[in-house]
């Protein structure tokens, strides 16, 4: 079992960066994929980043390469979303999720949900 809990987000000009941090419980979380999904009002929820439990291998959402970046830190049991030079369109409740074995781009392969964070970038 894993309990992840968000933290972060705001209100950010175009531009401008903020870095998310999803904190996990369980003895477990080096052994997770883990991902960071977001959901804007009356859209589909889009996965943005993956991480393999190592860390060596890592995907991006067509929509945030090379402003983005995932990054994990399993001794403090934490995972990272850095971005940078924002802009309106990200503008979505940011969502981390853990899932066992090999990266996931579909949110039905994830097994546990943090309650997510919200992040608005004003133009």
């Known amino acids: 079992q894993v309990q992840l809990v968000e933290s972060g987000g705001g209100l950010v000009q175009a531009g401008g960066s903020l870095r998310l941090s999803c904190a996990a419980s369980g003895r477990t979380f080096s052994s997770y994929v883990m991902g960071w999904f977001r959901q804007a009002p009356g859209k589909e929820r889009e996965l943005v980043a993956a991480i393999s439990w190592s860390g060596v291998n890592t995907y991006y959402g067509d929509a945030v390469k090379g402003r983005f970046t995932i990054s994990r830190d399993n001794a403090k049991k934490t995972v990272y979303l850095q971005m940078n030079r924002l802009k309106p369109e990200d503008t979505a409740v940011y969502s981390c999720?853990?899932?066992?074995?090999?990266?996931?781009?579909?949110?039905?392969?994830?097994?546990?949900w943090g309650q997510g964070t919200q992040v608005t970038v004003s133009s």
């Open positions: 999720a853990a899932k066992d074995y090999k990266l996931g781009l579909a949110d039905y392969e994830y097994d546990y």
